[in-house]
């Protein structure tokens, strides 16, 4: 799996841009991905999922986008707004387990 | 999707006691699972709570040090035993319902400091 690294890294964006975070996977049978938004002093809330036979999903302001052949997952988030802060991880659920592994992590900062 | 409590949502410990976390759901869910989220560092899975048997734990969590039981299927709990600074962490508390998208919901998290 994954290692997790010592430090997040992290994106910062103006208030009105598109934000872009990324996500390596490291299962290749991994079957299904989440992203999850935590907020400082909460625990992570979904935001959206994917499956592995799809490679776009749409959501409120969000698009996820998977590409199995180079083990990579991206979150887009449109006209990001200063609410949108937080952490966001990518985790994946497959290869034989149904519990979620989570990726490292990316700290979103947007600026008003 | 599930409503998840848990508690105490933080707390400062001095070293060699123990801490013991309780997550109650709003209703009943097929897995209840503890996780750890080191300062600055992802999510890492301690154990799965099992009910009514023993949780099973991943590789490097014993359950020495973080006996967890689930009586029920709407109550969990989990014990930092022994603490030492190391253990200052976040312990997450989360939940599947089993859903087509597994549902898994994340309580708010117990914020916890030894010193």
């Known amino acids: 799996g994954e290692s997790v690294g010592l430090h997040l890294p992290t994106l910062s964006v103006q208030e009105g841009d598109n934000s872009i975070i990324n996500c390596a996977y490291s299962?290749?049978?991994?079957?299904?991905f989440i992203w999850y938004k935590q907020e400082s002093g909460k625990g992570p809330q979904f935001i959206i999922d994917?499956?592995?036979?799809?490679d776009k999903r749409q959501g409120q302001r969000v698009t996820v986008l998977l590409n199995k052949t180079v083990k990579h997952l991206s979150l887009q988030i449109a006209a990001t707004q200063p609410g949108d802060s937080a952490v966001y991880f990518c985790?994946?659920?497959?290869?034989?387990?149904?519990?979620?592994?989570f990726g490292r992590g990316t700290s979103l900062i947007v600026h008003p | 999707s599930a409503v998840i409590s848990q508690k105490p949502s933080r707390d400062i410990c001095q070293r060699g006691t123990s801490l013991t976390i309780q997550c109650q759901v709003d209703?009943?869910?097929?897995?209840m699972f503890w996780y750890r989220q080191q300062p600055g560092q992802s999510l890492t899975l301690i154990a799965t709570?099992?009910?009514?048997?023993?949780?099973?734990?991943e590789s490097g969590f014993v359950i020495d040090k973080f006996p967890i039981s689930r009586p029920n299927l709407t109550f969990s709990t989990l014990t930092v035993s022994n603490m030492s600074p190391e253990d200052s962490s976040i312990y997450l508390c989360?939940?599947?319902?089993?859903?087509?998208?597994?549902?898994?919901?994340f309580g708010s998290g117990t914020r916890l400091t030894v010193v």
């Open positions: 989360s939940v599947s319902t089993g859903a087509t998208n597994y549902g898994y919901t």
């Open positions: 299962n290749s049978a991994s079957d299904y």
């Open positions: 994917i499956r592995s036979n799809m």
């Open positions: 985790a994946e659920i497959g290869g034989g387990s149904y519990i979620p592994t």
């Open positions: 209703s009943q869910v097929t897995m």
């Open positions: 709570a099992n009910q009514g048997s023993e949780a099973t734990y």
